[in-house]
């Protein structure tokens, strides 16, 4: 569907792309991930055609597009900011795409009605200027109006980063749902790790200009191509030299020349190990109470690791409660030393 084959974009003597390749399946929602500055936003601005790239192409359904105007790509486009009319009606901000197209004022009430129904934005609202609406309201304005033009692909540039954090989460809910509904294939671009595993098919993990990583939420969070995605998705514990030669000593197969990192969820407190399965003893230094799972701290002599467990109501461990953690060595992601620096 979507082809980044090979791109580079410079601003004067920075490179801001290096060799990107990108390969985007129809109806597919695929996530643009990174932290600020990394090149997500570049990219989706090259595919858009806001930017055009020093070297590659960017290919539609087979087609080169790379130096296709942005107005003829049928690309729709959700900004950050929205980019509404504010002294407008909703229903002439929806509607603008479709005067622009010059289609008969009849096909286009039928459109904009149509597609306001669809992202569930009321008859009432329609003629309310956008200035009225709430943040969310204002979200459902920008998709609709992104949508009834009926684009062979949305972009969508961190269109949640402006809402409150009840409503990010509601409205994620909301637009997976939409997404499926119209089977629109999507690029999004996030520097919420929850949401690209919550919304994603795919993600693209970005740093510095190249991609690290591209795959399913699960193979980037358990199957970490490299130090920077294991670091970035998530949270982590990186196992030092102590704990380290604590393994190796009980005969696990650890590479203390690599760095080794151990998921939080993927270790247990104070069950029996299981074969395989290693148990070091410690002390709960902290822990913090989240309801549906608890954080504890616990010190290990060498190091305090962090450990998640799902809390039962019952096996609640306290400060300063002597504990064995649980660890099976074929969990620990090992990465050699240095090669987050290297790129």
Same mark, same amino acid.
């Given at each position: 569907? =979507?082809?980044? /084959? ?14 990107? /390749? ?34 590659? @192409? ?11 105007? =942005? ?48 992202? $569930?934005?009321?008859? $009432? ?14 979200? &459902?304005?920008?998709?609709? &109006? ?48 929850? $949401? ?10 970005? %740093? ?7 795959? @399913? ?13 294991? %670091?970035?998705?998530?949270?982590? %514990? ?24 151990? &998921? ?5 407190? %104070? ?15 902290m822990r913090e109470y989240y309801g549906l799972y608890i954080k504890y701290y616990i010190d290990l002599g060498s190091q305090t690791i962090k450990v998640i467990e799902k809390n039962d109501g019952v096996n609640i461990y306290e400060e300063g409660q002597k504990v064995n953690v649980i660890l099976d060595p074929r969990d620990i992601m090992a990465y050699?030393?240095?090669? $987050?620096?290297a790129q």
């Open positions: 569907m =979507i082809k980044l /084959n090979n791109i580079v974009v410079k601003f004067g003597d920075f490179t801001a792309l290096h060799d990107i /390749n990108i390969h985007v399946k129809e109806g597919e929602f695929f996530t643009f991930l990174g932290p600020s500055g990394c090149g997500k936003t570049t990219t989706l601005r090259t595919i858009t055609g806001f930017i055009e790239p020093v070297e590659g @192409t960017v290919e539609v359904k087979g087609k080169d597009i790379t130096h296709v105007p =942005i107005e003829k790509r049928n690309i729709g486009i959700v900004f950050q900011s929205y980019a509404l009319f504010p002294t407008m009606t909703v229903y002439d901000n929806i509607a603008f795409g479709l005067k622009l197209k010059k289609m008969k004022k009849p096909d286009i009430d039928r459109e904009v009605r149509q597609i306001a129904r669809k992202v $569930e934005l009321a008859d $009432e609202k329609l003629m309310k200027a956008v200035s009225q609406l709430s943040g969310g309201q204002q979200q &459902r304005v920008a998709i609709a &109006r992104a949508l009834v033009t009926n684009p062979a692909i949305i972009c969508m540039d961190e269109p949640l980063s402006n809402l409150d954090a009840k409503l990010r989460v509601q409205l994620r809910n909301e637009l997976k749902k939409m997404q499926k509904d119209f089977g629109i294939t999507t690029i999004y671009v996030t520097h919420d790790q929850e $949401e690209a595993l919550t919304l994603s098919d795919r993600i693209a993990v970005f %740093n510095k200009g190249y991609i690290e990583q591209i795959g @399913t939420p699960n193979e980037v969070y358990n199957f970490s191509k490299t130090e920077f995605v294991c %670091n970035f998705i998530g949270d982590i %514990n990186r196992l030092e030299e102590g704990v380290i030669r604590q393994l190796i000593a009980a005969g696990a197969e650890v590479d203390p020349a690599k760095h080794n990192y151990v &998921r939080l969820e993927r270790l247990h407190v %104070n069950v029996e190990p299981r074969p395989g399965q290693l148990a070091l003893p410690g002390t709960v230094t050699p030393a240095g090669e $987050e620096a």
